[in-house]
């Protein structure tokens, strides 16, 4: 069997300081658990705009298809901000999401027991807090047609649609069913059935759905009424499924329950590949924090924890995915903090890499 094979790009600002912290992870995981991938890195964004004058080249897109999983750092950064909408950094990130056809936007919740404290929440509310949001990424409010500003009458409308079949629903409700079964075995499923015909048939496909999957316990909420409970008592989820605009509200919601953009990671999954495992693109949610950018201050974990969720979902190695976030929740318990994790008052906090080297330690301590 050849080994599974990993797309790297780094991209733009801290996105580079943070995939180097990534890179050792991977290194340790051939060296030290016969878990060799194939890795070859490639530009995006604004680094690939510099040598190509485009943000994702065609042969960086052929690859991205080509291979069994993506690693994306971050894009953008002031330096580009002038530039055309069509070569924005940014572009480059949409051209892998779009081509790739990455329908299912997996964003996990989870609070690590250290930094329970760090929450805007009490900390019986969110300590031991892991729920993950589905949120449908390749249609919806965002895609549908008509779209635009017109003149009507005297005044100008701004119109969106949102649509949605059928099967685009069933496919994004399947993968959360799939998810729940992994869970905790609940899956909510959060739409505005009460007030749009979408919402309508929304729950009535996943409803449908759920007839394959007797094992899960399908729950109905109102989006509204979701985010509400979220901040309420979110523990009471396992996995939430939504559609594009509700998802990108309530995912980043739900994310700030944890504390900081640093430690948040995400999952973008399509349909199966020949070999079996789904079309991946992984990436930490935040961007290129070109405020702290080369100065060794960005918290790696967050890309990390990426990695760790190709580890789940693209190559089945759950056992070594919950290592790695275990070794993550050493390194807290050790009272680690990058500076994104310290308080006011806060004690000296560790650089980029020195959080990097901690993790492994504690890897090799996991051994
Ligand atoms: N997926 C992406 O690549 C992505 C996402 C969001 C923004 N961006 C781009 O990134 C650039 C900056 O955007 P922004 O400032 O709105 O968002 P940002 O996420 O880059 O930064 C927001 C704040 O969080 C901090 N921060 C972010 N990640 C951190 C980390 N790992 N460690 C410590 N602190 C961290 C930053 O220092 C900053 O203060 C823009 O060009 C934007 O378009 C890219």
């Known amino acids: 069997m050849p080994n599974p094979s990993l797309l790297i790009l780094p991209g733009d600002g801290i996105g580079p300081e943070v995939m180097a912290e990534v890179r050792k ?11 060799a991938f194939d890795v070859s890195e490639d530009l995006v964004g604004g680094a690939a705009y510099d040598a190509h004058g485009t943000p994702l080249h065609d042969d960086t897109m052929a690859r991205a298809q080509e291979v069994d999983a993506v690693l994306l750092g971050a894009v953008g950064g002031p330096k580009y901000d002038a530039l055309d ?9 949409l051209r892998l999401r779009k081509e790739m056809d990455l329908f299912a936007n997996l964003r996990p919740a989870q609070c690590f027991d250290a930094l329970a404290d760090f929450s805007s929440l009490k900390k019986d509310v969110v300590a031991g807090l892991d729920i993950m949001i589905v949120r449908e990424l390749t249609s919806g409010i965002y895609f549908g047609e008509p779209r635009g500003i017109i003149e009507e009458g005297n005044e100008r409308v701004g119109i969106n649609t949102q649509r949605y079949t059928e099967s685009e629903i069933d496919r994004v409700a399947r993968a959360a069913f ?18 749009m015909e979408s919402g309508i048939l929304w729950r009535e496909v996943v409803t449908e759905v759920g007839k394959d999957y007797p094992d899960v316990a ?6 509204d009424a979701g985010a509400m409970q979220l901040c309420r008592w979110p523990k009471q989820f396992d996995v939430i499924v939504t559609d594009n605009l509700f998802g990108d509200l309530l995912s980043d919601a ?5 504390g900081s953009l640093g430690m948040l990671p ?23 924090a070109p405020d702290i950018a080369g100065q060794g201050k ?22 070594e995915a919950d290592r790695l976030e275990g070794a993550v929740e050493t390194v807290l318990a050790q009272g680690l903090r990058t500076a994104d994790l310290l308080g006011e008052e806060g004690a000296e906090p560790v650089s980029t890499s020195q959080m990097g080297d901690a993790i492994v330690d504690a890897l090799n301590a996991s051994l």
């Open 266 to 288: 995400s999952a973008s999954l399509g349909a199966p590949m020949e070999n079996g495992r789904p079309k991946a693109l992984y990436e930490p949610v935040h961007g290129s």
């Open 254 to 258: 739900a994310a700030m329950l944890t």
């Open 218 to 223: 399908l729950s109905h909420m109102y989006a």
């Open 298 to 319: 960005a918290n790696p974990i967050a890309c990390i924890l990426s990695f760790a969720m190709a580890l789940r979902y693209s190559f089945d190695e759950g056992a």
């Open 85 to 93: 909408f069509s070569v924005k950094p940014e572009r480059g990130l």
């Open 178 to 195: 799939e998810l729940a079964r992994k869970r905790g075995g609940k899956l909510c499923s959060m739409e505005k059935a009460n007030v």
């Open 25 to 35: 992870i991977i290194d340790w995981y051939g060296a030290k658990r016969d878990l």
